[in-house]
């Protein structure tokens, strides 16, 4: 058991590194995240801009931004493609998934300049209303979805997973590295379990991929 | 239109169009991201700027000295708002806690200070700056420790307090008896979409683009709080990226962004950054509960008592976790008592299902402990003690109950029979396998609701109403009860929802949206027919709508015609009389659960779901079984991983993201099955219809609670039922 002095020694310890490590002023409260707001330095510093040029969807989209601007809110905030979803902004619920150079990646985790000449696929780049791409048709037909908020972020990975399996990147669930990958119940649940939908949707969202990669759930 | 007698033959009974499984008419916006939801409305007001909200670093005090200077010398920083220079705010009613805290502190994570910027970077790195002085008072975090000083509270649904015979008597006489402490942690309702709101004033006007289940309420309630006229601010809210009861009321973005957008002479959007979330908003608050339980030996209950401590701030509301057991099974000696205690954690109030979930998740659990002392299967001691009345007052029939059926049917369709009632002896491998089941019980709530319905001149039927589809499927059944009640195809309606300039509809929580509101725009099309018919000159009871014309006799006028040019309008709403007091309106169901328990690391796993639920006419199959579904999901959550947890030091919820706080993912589900009893209820609705969606949410826990306890041996009463629970009580493994 750890004593009381030995809490003490820790937390202390602990304050010390967290210091240390942003180097700059102490936390006004000792227990807990002071507020929402991550810690900065004191200094208010210049707006420091960069121009990033990638393809979105097919198209060349050249932007200044601000270089804290996350690839999430490039898309969202300055190219008014909203269809990807800020759930969390912490890399927590999936919302944010799109495709970037073939991999599903959150786009809230990382910086948009880090993506000059990146190809980027969001959801409005699948399909629309009117030519939906099969992984949307079959979240309408098996109503994969309920508020759709982290439908667009659902289907982007869905889409990314099947490509996955077809190229053997195995997961935690995979039996055998060494055997041709299975597309199992299994493995479509391991490897969407990022993607949060808090309705509670997996069941139908699972058919509609299942149906998708030509197999029963 | 005055629903004051049971509803009889009407053209929704047609059912070409209302009962059918057709995919949601909003899903192809949805899936290809091109619903706009509050925060993504760029296209309504131009020049937004982007406002980063503050949260208090305190569970309770003051803040003694706030220094904003460096953020306010920060770049591209617009305005900062503080309860110190926002002006007068009123009180709303609908909320305990201020949406801006300060400078005395209610609670962790309370509002502070909104930061307006151009953009949201400048925003988030301003908050970083301001410097706040707080002045720590004593909180009192701990619900287990008050619960001697809580004081009796009534709930929603009626008293805090019900007593009929004479429970101490029956149950001390009682040849079987249960006597059991139940707990449910704090849970968050931690929807998708985080609350979110862009503001613009335009003059003394304000329009709030906002993510929420009731418009008007809220509409009403910003007025309240920002001293103007009710007329003056209209919602918007077309897509709510979740809610389950965390939307029901403002909160702090709405407040924020009109302040903010006040301040910064722009518009503004704020969202709630999600860390904020858990402390800022509202949560299901956390219950302790005893049930007593005393039957006869071969199994009827004699007395049933219910007791609830639960906390909430000063003002606020006690859980109403008796709520069912004063409806849902048979006995003569009853009791129920709540009680309220002052917790300084932020503020409890609704979540889907607010009384029955966590009522239910104790209850149904006890049921399980009571027939095992009975030596009775638990599906059957449920059949045994079902009632057809109220049993607090037998004079007030159920107007429909096939409790019994549901577990029959259920019990069938799941392989109840297969269940080995000794616990820990059925293995799978490294697996311990497990059956619960419990029964499904939630209210259907009657509320008035209103729209308005055009039928124009190239025969599109639109319909107007303020009522919300937070994932619920409001489009959808709105439009097939219009198609069906004027006689068109599903596309030839178009519906248009969430806007306070629309007629005032239930809105959406309690279960209560899909009935009530489809029950609206019945009313409404009854308006509409008889204006077409009598434009026509038609007699408007003869009239037949149907495959787009009007026929009376040997008359028939297509739809267009009718219309005309200008086309036609009507508007109205339903109210309802005293059929809910004649008759006790409820939704009923059973679940089933089959679990896995690892026999070495006491790790859960969910293999099968199934629920048969009898909740009325089922307006659309398809949505309301996704209703049902994603409540048992939800109910997976209770059982086995939601739980906020408490700082008792320093009165906060430690675990505030999605990573902290755990929901079930897509590896936590297996396939789920779900199916609705035929049923229909004249009682209800000119719909004949009532709630699923909080049903669904009720008894799941406690049925993979018996599950887990089938399976292993090991009860456990304190939610959530996590691993280390069981581990030390495991059977020897081999």
């Given amino acids: 058991m750890q004593g009381p002095s030995d809490f003490e020694l820790s937390r202390r310890k602990l304050l010390l590194g967290t210091a240390a490590s942003v180097a700059f002023g102490a936390a006004p409260t000792a227990y807990a995240q002071p507020s929402a707001v991550p810690a900065q330095a004191d200094v208010a510093e210049a707006v420091s801009m960069s121009k990033v040029s990638f393809n979105v969807n097919g198209s060349l989209r050249e932007i200044a931004l601000d270089t804290r601007t996350t690839l999430l809110d490039a898309l969202r905030e300055h190219l008014h493609l909203t269809g990807s979803k800020k759930g969390c902004d912490h890399g927590q619920c999936g919302a944010c998934t799109v495709i970037v150079g073939g991999r599903r990646i959150n786009s809230c985790l990382t910086l948009a300049v880090m993506h000059q000449g990146d190809s980027i696929t969001t959801i409005e780049g699948l399909g629309t209303p009117e030519h939906m791409h099969p992984m949307q048709a079959a979240f309408v037909k098996h109503d994969g979805f309920q508020c759709g908020y982290c439908t667009p972020g659902q289907i982007c990975s869905a889409v990314a997973v099947l490509d996955e399996i077809r190229a053997g990147i195995p997961s935690h669930v995979s039996a055998d590295l060494n055997a041709p990958l299975q597309l199992t119940n299994a493995e479509l649940r391991e490897r969407m379990s990022g993607n949060i939908c808090r309705c509670g949707a997996y069941s139908n969202i699972a058919e509609a991929i299942s149906e998708v990669a030509g197999r029963p759930a | ?169 029956a149950f001390a006489a009682a040849p079987v008896r249960l006597d059991a402490r139940y707990s449910t942690p704090d849970e968050a309702h931690a929807m998708m979409e985080p609350h979110a709101t862009i503001a613009a004033w335009q003059g003394d006007k304000l329009t709030l683009w906002t993510s929420n289940q009731m418009i008007a309420w809220n509409a009403a309630e910003m007025a309240t709080i920002l001293d103007v006229p009710k007329e003056n601010v209209r919602l918007d809210s077309p897509f709510v990226g979740g809610g389950f009861g965390g939307k029901l009321f403002p909160r702090a973005d709405a407040l924020l962004a009109a302040l903010g957008a006040r301040a910064a002479k722009r518009p503004v959007k704020v969202a709630l950054q999600r860390p904020l979330m858990f402390n800022n908003t509202t949560h299901r608050p956390a219950t302790i509960q005893r049930i007593r339980i005393g039957a006869t030996a071969d199994g009827k209950i004699t007395a049933i008592g219910h007791e609830s401590w639960s906390g909430d701030l000063v003002g606020g509301k006690a859980d109403g976790a008796v709520a069912q057991t004063r409806l849902l099974y048979a006995g003569a000696h009853r009791m129920t008592a709540t009680r309220l205690a002052t917790l300084d954690l932020p503020e409890g109030n609704a979540m889907r299902a607010p009384g029955e979930a966590t009522g239910m998740m104790a209850l149904e659990i006890a049921m399980d402990e009571m027939a095992e002392k009975l030596g009775m299967d638990p599906v059957q001691f449920r059949i045994l003690n079902d009632t057809q009345v109220d049993p607090e007052k037998p004079e007030r029939p159920f107007s429909q109950r096939q409790l019994v059926e549901c577990l029959r049917n259920g019990a069938e369709r799941f392989g109840w029979n297969r269940r080995n009632p000794q616990p820990g002896r059925v293995r799978d491998g490294r697996w311990l396998v497990g059956m619960g089941a419990a029964a499904a019980f939630r209210n259907n709530l009657l509320t008035k609701s209103a729209a308005r319905v055009r039928l124009d001149g190239s025969g599109i039927v639109t319909v107007e109403t303020d009522m919300t589809d937070i994932g619920t499927g409001s489009y959808t059944i709105i439009a097939q009860t219009a198609a069906e009640m004027m006689g068109v195809p599903l596309e030839r309606v178009k519906v248009r929802l969430g806007d306070s300039a629309f007629p005032v509809s239930a809105g959406s929580g309690g279960q209560w949206g899909g009935n009530n509101s489809t029950a609206g725009v019945y009313a409404a099309c009854v308006k509409l027919r008889e204006a077409i018919a009598q434009k026509l000159g038609f007699n408007s ?143 209800s609705s000119p719909m004949k219809a009532k709630g699923v969606a909080e049903l669904g949410i009720c008894g799941v826990a406690a049925a993979v609670a018996n599950a887990v306890y089938n399976a292993t041996g090991v009860r456990v009463r304190d939610y959530p039922i996590t691993l280390d629970k069981l581990l030390e009580r495991m059977p020897d493994v081999g």
């Fill in chain 2, 541 to 683: 009871t003869e009239a037949e709508f149907a495959e787009g014309e009007v026929r009376a006799g040997n008359r028939r006028v297509p739809l267009t015609q009718a219309a005309g040019e200008a086309g036609i309008a009507a508007e109205d709403g339903i109210e309802y009389g005293d059929l809910a007091k004649k008759y006790q309106q409820s939704t009923f169901g059973a679940h089933f659960v089959e679990v896995g328990v690892d026999a070495a690391t006491a790790e859960i796993r969910v293999r099968r779901m199934l629920a048969v639920c009898a909740a009325g006419r089922i307006l659309n199959p398809k949505t309301a079984r996704s209703q049902v579904i994603g409540a048992m999901t939800m109910g997976v959550g209770a059982a086995l991983m939601e739980e906020l947890v408490v700082d008792k030091r320093a009165g906060f919820f430690v675990n505030h993201d999605l990573a902290g706080y755990e929901v079930p993912v897509h590896a936590d589900i297996p396939h789920q099955e779900m199916f609705f009893l035929d049923e229909t209820d004249p009682m």
């Fill in chain 2, 1 to 169: 239109m005055k629903f004051d007698s049971p509803a009889t033959t009407n053209p929704i009974d047609r059912l070409k169009v209302v009962g059918q499984p057709f995919s949601r008419i909003d899903g192809p916006l949805k899936t290809t991201g091109t619903a706009p939801y509050a925060y993504e409305r760029h296209d309504v007001a131009p020049n937004q700027a982007y406002g980063y909200v503050v949260g208090a670093a305190i569970g309770k005090g003051r803040i003694a000295g706030i220094d904003l200077g460096k953020a306010k010398a920060a770049p591209g920083v617009l305005a900062i708002v503080t309860a110190e220079n926002a002006g007068k705010l009123g009180k709303g009613r609908l909320n305990t806690a201020k949406l801006l805290g300060g400078p005395e502190i209610q609670h962790y994570h309370q509002a502070i200070a909104v930061v307006v910027a151009d953009t949201f970077e400048q925003a988030r790195a301003a908050a970083a700056l301001i410097r706040v002085d707080y002045a720590r008072e004593q909180g009192a975090f701990d619900l287990a420790s008050l619960t001697d000083k809580a004081k009796p509270n009534p709930i929603t649904s009626g008293p805090g307090d019900t007593a009929v015979g004479d429970f101490a008597a």
